[in-house]
Structure formats: C-alpha cells, structure tokens
C-alpha cells in the first residue's frame, strides 16, 4: 500500500519560510499534489508535479512564494514556501495521483488516490 509521509510544518512568523517534505513510497510512477485544509474551510490544491517533474501548476494565491520540486533518487518531493503570510495557516497534506491533469489550471483534487496524515503549518506573531 502507497505510503506518503508529511514533515516539515511548525510556526513561523509572517514573512518567513518553511519546506516541506513528502517521503513516498514507490514514487517515481507518481504526480505528487500539495493540498491544504484551514479550519472550516474546504481543502483546496496549492501545488503539483508530475512525475517526471517537467510539468508543476500553483494555485493563484501562492504564485511567487510557493515552489514545488521533487527527487526521484530519495522518493521524495518538497514544497518551498516563502514570504508565508496568516492566510497559508493550514494542515499541508501530499498526496500522490497515478496522472497529471490540470482543470483550470490545477491538478483536479479527484485523482488523488492516497494522501499523507497532514502536518500543520501555522504563520503568526
């Protein structure tokens, strides 16, 4: 069974920066989604890339701060977040698809199949 395993969140001040990670398993077949989830909100996509990692999509609202990459070699993908603002307060999942298609610009949330257990990324003073 395909394992995804977060690391990386904590607090930091607005304007700094976290990386996360995503160790997975078997996973250069994979597109590698982000996704993040603030309390009462529905989760939405922040970033993907597809296996071969050729091809990445951000959501509008981290365009510029946000940057994904991956390293086949350690099966593991990463998300560079910089100038973190309140808003990006969220729980960050990764997840893994089997393809890569973007609707609107994004990787559709639908072909994520397996998902990690979430870390938490909080930004305040």
Not at 105 to 124: A, K
């Amino acid at each position: 069974q395909l394992q995804l395993v977060e690391s990386g969140g904590g607090l930091v001040q607005p304007g700094g920066s976290l990386r996360l990670s995503c160790a997975v398993s078997g996973f250069t077949y994979y597109t590698i989604g982000w996704f993040r989830q603030a309390p009462g909100k529905e989760r939405e996509g922040v970033s993907c890339i597809s296996n071969s990692g050729q091809s990445t999509n951000y959501a509008d609202s981290v365009k510029g701060r946000f940057t994904i990459s991956r390293d086949n070699a350690k099966n593991t993908a990463y998300l560079q977040m910089n100038s973190l603002k309140p808003e990006d307060t969220a729980v960050y999942f990764c997840a893994a698809a089997s393809m890569y298609v973007t609707y609107r610009g994004l990787c559709r949330i639908g072909d994520f199949h397996s998902w990690g257990q979430g870390t938490q990324v909080t930004v305040s003073s």
